[in-house]
């Protein structure tokens, strides 16, 4: 998506260890013209999939996932990050590694709002080791939920979270694809 | 706003201790139609105010953040929690009381993105106690920013956060105020 690969090479940072920061635009402060060119491109990626529920995790893939919502006329449906031992047995619960922090943490929905019959677009913001999506992934299937696929905003092809999902046979898209941010240069796919 | 109140009295839940869980329709589940309707009431409360700026704290206020900012053309921002005690020199850092947790945590936002200019509608989905929101005052003052106001979706009006927030000279409208819930009934203002 030219706009979006537009936007990260003009407001973009780049910090050493392949930090990519773009929370001028995407999630700290958000444009909101943005997210609905996202939200549809989304949509025309996968306006063929009976897409009846969409899911994202806190903080930041949740306004995409809301714009986005609105191109499919379902409900967002956002996973939740904890780190309380003792998870009401509502609930699918699942592990996340981050990366970023070298933690573990839980993440949890409601089994009211994933079912069974439900056919679910996974959004969130970036994918670069994929173990959130992952974990969004194995809620869905512990629901039993189909998952139409995912829609990333900005995958880090150089890590290996969307080679690892694509082998699991999941669908994702990720509008733009980074492959390398050697010496300060973006390069996309 | 009859449509809201409506929602409430159908798919709220009642819990002992005042708790009203409303994650069927506006912070777990989010129903983007609803978000649209609240987005739009926001607007016609604030169309007058020049408002540049939406600011919100993770996670639930960012769905209806973003729904609403559609009618401003504006940006969002959302302050973000934080237990971390080194935080950067860039932010400005409020602390805030949490009443269900029983914690303190610091809220956080980027300097880049709040300056005195700016005009700040602030945007959440509860009002209880105000803790949250008199942090997200705080960050804008700190800031220099002006405060139009704030836009809840549901005030819970038998605790004291509104009335002290309007004493303190802010304007809050809240789309649902509860006066009451108790036997199991909830009665709007």
Redesign the interface.
């Known amino acids: 998506m030219v706009l979006l690969e537009e936007r990260i090479r003009k407001d973009g940072k780049l910090f050493p260890g392949d930090i990519l920061k773009v ?3 995407l999630n ?6 943005l ?2 060119e996202i939200g549809k491109e989304f949509h025309r990626l996968y306006k063929d999939c009976e897409v009846n529920k969409i899911l994202t995790i ?2 930041s893939g ?2 995409i ?3 986005t ?2 191109y499919f ?6 996973a ?1 990050k904890t780190k309380t031992k003792n998870i009401a047995a509502a609930v699918y619960k699942t592990e996340v590694k981050s990366y970023t922090h070298g933690t573990t943490y839980d993440v949890i ?2 089994k ?2 994933l079912k069974k019959g439900d056919c679910v677009l996974i959004i969130d913001d970036f994918l670069a080791e994929g173990n959130a999506l992952a974990g969004l992934v194995d809620l869905c299937r512990q629901a039993g939920a189909e998952v139409a696929g995912c829609g990333i905003a900005i995958e880090k092809a150089f890590q290996p979270g969307g080679a690892r999902l694509r082998d699991a046979g999941v669908r994702v898209e990720s509008l733009a694809m980074i492959d390398s941010m050697d010496g300060g240069e973006i390069k996309f796919r």
Do not use: W
């Open positions: 929370d001028s635009f700290h402060q958000m444009d909101i013209d997210l609905n806190e903080a949740i306004g996932a809301c714009i919502a609105q006329h379902c409900p967002v449906l956002f939740k929905v409601s009211e709002f």
